[in-house]
């Protein structure tokens, strides 16, 4: 199957220096593998969204010359796929209504015990997906072999909420599946979600991609840069400096004479020289000196 990879960013704010190393990593990774790149927005919880956010993060994605193929995915246009798997997931037996409380799951350790907490459906209940008492593991393109027993984890994790709003984890997983997305490129803060997502496609039926998890880009402090933490959004008239910096962070050098060039050149030299890169170890690494 020829390589599809997609970018998908909440509208919870502007991107800042963190999105754009995470944009521009998948964007090259489609790109030197002659494959398509994909943006969705993941707007699933209006409470956390920011009005004008996901057309302020399209313009600055194309202000830095990601451009990306075919229409934007939007997962609020999807509601009646991700409740049709829900159904499905309740048919199956492999999810379960559930009416544990904040305060109880707080008793818990905050670790769900699983279908023995079970409930029957009501407005009033979550849904959730059981997960097993075992190790999983995949093989992660940058970190490695990843290894995890979800049931000791959290445990059973939402993919419908109380409020009739569906969970990240199922909403993901399936736009992945229904847009055969063969790669997914992205933070290494995200590794716990991809074994509950690889777990959920697993319970669907359906192929899950190949996963490669980049080290996070931290303030110095070891503190992720991120949109509810105040990361400075991205500048376009910075837009060269920014891209010279992030591709330092994937581990490659622009030459001095690139140095100031528009970004379509930056990204063409890029594209050209990402086979060699070489991923820094680890699963954080520091805001560059050049912007810090």
């Not at 995200?190 to 359906?206: A, F, H, N, V």
């Not at 591709?247 to 990204?267: N, R």
Request: hydrophobic letters at 40%.
């Amino acid at each position: 199957m020829s390589y599809r990879g997609r970018f998908a960013p909440t509208p919870s704010g502007p991107l800042h220096f963190g999105s754009l190393v995470a944009a521009l990593a998948s964007w090259l990774d489609a790109r030197a593998n002659g494959g398509e790149w994909l943006v969705r927005i993941d707007d699933l919880d209006p409470p956390r969204e920011v009005p004008g956010a996901a057309d302020a993060i399209l313009l600055q994605l194309e202000q830095f010359g990601l451009v990306w193929d075919g229409s934007v995915r939007y997962q609020s246009q999807h509601h009646e796929a991700y409740q049709g798997a829900v159904e499905q997931l309740l048919a199956d037996h492999h999810a379960f209504y559930c009416t544990l409380t904040r305060k109880q799951l707080t008793a818990l350790n905050h670790n769900h015990p699983g279908i023995s907490a079970a409930a029957p459906g009501s407005d009033d209940a979550s849904v959730r997906l059981a997960v097993p008492d075992s190790e999983l593991c995949f093989d992660d393109g940058i970190q490695g072999r990843v290894c995890n027993n979800l049931h000791q984890d959290g445990g059973a994790f939402v993919i419908r909420r109380r409020d009739g709003l569906f969970g990240y984890q199922l909403a993901c997983a399936l736009d992945d599946a229904n847009d055969v997305i063969t790669h997914v490129l992205r933070g290494a803060d995200l590794i716990d979600s991809t074994l509950r997502q690889r777990w959920l496609l697993e319970c669907l039926g359906r192929p899950a991609p190949l996963y490669a998890h980049l080290p996070v880009v931290t303030d110095g402090r070891d503190t992720k840069l991120s949109k509810s933490g105040g990361s400075e959004a991205l500048a376009p008239a910075r837009a060269s400096q920014l891209l010279s910096a992030a591709l330092h962070c994937m581990g490659l050098q622009p030459p001095k004479d690139l140095q100031g060039a528009p970004p379509a050149s930056l990204l063409e030299w890029g594209k050209l020289h990402y086979p060699e890169h070489h991923w820094p170890p680890g699963r954080q690494q520091p805001l560059p000196t050049s912007l810090s």
